[in-house]
């Protein structure tokens, strides 16, 4: 089990910065990779960036050069920093981890309840 769980959010001006976190309950080492998505109104949730344990990160084509993924190992928390923020980029984000159960013998995929980022223009 991994409870997830994300700060960080708010309202910013257009050009403006966030830096959004996600803590896990468990050593982020466990962890196969820890993904921020976000999901706008009206629209489905995409993926916007991701950070593997073995050091990779992938972003969304729309926040690249924009945003940056970290990892904090001691504190067991991924970081979102987002910069040149434009409006599209208003939506509710949210973390997410995929671990491996060795009870049920495959890998489970943990949510966080979400943070609003708001960009105003």
């Known amino acids: 089990q991994v409870q997830l769980v994300e700060s960080g959010g708010g309202l910013v001006q257009a050009g403006g910065s966030l830096r959004l976190s996600c803590t896990a309950s468990r050593s982020i080492f466990d962890l196969n990779y820890v993904a921020w998505y976000r999901q706008a109104p009206g629209k489905q949730r995409e993926s916007v960036a991701r950070s593997t344990t073995g050091g990779s990160e992938t972003y969304a084509d729309s926040v690249k050069g924009r945003f940056t993924v970290s990892r904090d190992n001691a504190k067991n928390t991924v970081y979102l920093q987002m910069d040149s923020l434009k409006p599209e980029d208003t939506a509710v984000y949210y973390c997410?981890?995929?671990?491996?159960?060795?009870?049920?013998?495959?890998?489970?995929?943990?949510w966080g309840q979400g943070t609003q980022v708001t960009v105003s223009s």
């Open positions: 997410s981890a995929e671990a491996f159960s060795s009870k049920l013998g495959a890998a489970i995929d943990y």
